[in-house]
């Protein structure tokens, strides 16, 4: 069995790299930033990346959508500038279900843009009153003979405001569906959302009786629960994928800072309990990096039968990566809390993982029910 990367994803990882090396001078600006930096935005345009996220048919780089080398690029952005990272991943995340369950007419219009990165997707699931219980939804879908009516709000919501569509999960009847809903559509409005932590493109988004075409409905009546887990069993291991990459920058922060900082007589690198904080870092990231790559791997088919499997390496990678941009803080002492050092961004933007797309308690049920489904 060889653990080593297969050439085409170390070209991949090449060329993440070669990208975030071009925005490094501008990624803690853009990372401050709520709305779309121009000059990310332009740079992954220029890099091809985006095509990852769509099949070749419409412009993307393979057959089908390769969830490792998702995950490499994801591992290779996220250390260098998180609003890249995120503009990256949305257009995977908010276009996957038209990708599945569109029709050809919404492929083709939609999937070349995203494969260039001409326009940016959005996929709005939270709301007010709903976030890991997405069955809790009250955003309804009505249906009359011509056209469908969406009325409802989504909070949260990834690129609101920049998208050029919406890809929205909500009530259908007795069921879910996913409807796709451009961004000019009438009745479709976006207010601000309150600043996190970490700042991200965020908005709630209303729909006040937006009415559509019929075919904007993605796949059949009630298929919107099937469509969102397929979309997880692609993107959620590429969170770990990132949860990696930022852990990764964290410790090379440290190990520069405490392989120059001399403390009593010596290194702090040197030092014991700095010493066991380094080496329990790196066994970690290896770790979790072992447990990525695999579940990457798994996800290729898209099926819902691994979907634990990229549950799993989401929890383990985002625990361990606030864990170790902790010890990093530590080992960096009052160096490590200077606001917008590169240690300080990233301990803020390691925090909001362990929440999104699933949180980690959530994640816990999940695989505990797995497990016992899987036991004799």
């Not at 390496?313 to 917008?340: N, P, W």
Request: glycine letters at 6%; a negative charge.
């Amino acid at each position: 069995m060889d653990f080593n990367l297969a050439p085409k994803y170390l070209e991949i990882q090449r060329e993440a790299r070669e990208l975030a090396q071009s925005i490094d001078d501008v990624a803690c600006a853009a990372d401050a930033c709520n709305e779309i930096h121009p000059g990310i935005l332009a740079a992954l345009q220029a890099s091809k990346l985006s095509e990852l996220m769509v099949p070749v048919e419409y412009g993307g780089r393979f057959d089908q959508i390769d969830p490792l080398a998702i995950c490499v690029v994801r591992e290779v952005l996220m250390a260098t500038s998180s609003h890249l990272d995120s503009l990256f991943a949305l257009q995977g995340i908010g276009s996957y279900a038209i990708t599945v369950a569109g029709s050809p007419e919404q492929r083709e219009h939609w999937l070349p843009q995203v494969a260039r990165a001409e326009v940016l997707p959005a996929l709005a699931l939270t709301e007010p009153d709903a976030g890991s219980d997405l069955k809790a939804v009250t955003s309804k879908i009505t249906t009359s003979p011509d056209t469908l009516t969406l009325r409802g709000t989504k909070a949260f919501i990834s690129n609101a405001g920049s998208a050029a569509f919406y890809v929205v999960f909500a009530k259908d009847n007795a069921d879910f569906s996913m409807i796709l809903v451009p961004a000019d559509a009438p009745g479709l409005s976006v207010t601000p959302t309150p600043e996190l932590i970490a700042p991200h493109v965020l908005g709630d988004v209303h729909f006040d009786d937006v009415v559509l075409p019929l075919s904007a409905r993605l796949g059949q009546i009630g298929q919107g629960m099937k469509l969102l887990l397929a979309t997880l069993s692609v993107f959620r291991v590429s969170v770990a994928g990132a949860a990696v990459g930022l852990a990764q920058a964290a410790l090379e922060e440290a190990v520069r800072h405490t392989r120059t900082r001399v403390q009593f007589g010596r290194p702090l690198a040197r030092l014991g309990p700095v010493a066991q904080m380094l080496a329990d870092s790196w066994t970690e990231i290896e770790m979790a990096r072992l447990l990525t790559y695999r579940a990457a791997c798994m996800a290729q088919d898209a099926s819902v039968d691994t979907l634990h499997h990229s549950s799993m390496a989401k929890l383990a990678a985002s625990e361990m990566a606030s864990r170790v941009v902790d010890r990093c803080v530590q080992m960096m002492g009052r160096f490590g809390i200077i606001r917008d050092s590169k240690i300080e961004r990233l301990y803020r933007q390691a925090r909001p993982m362990r929440i999104y797309e699933g949180a980690s308690e959530v994640l816990r049920v999940g695989i505990a029910r797995k497990l016992t489904e899987l036991i004799p």
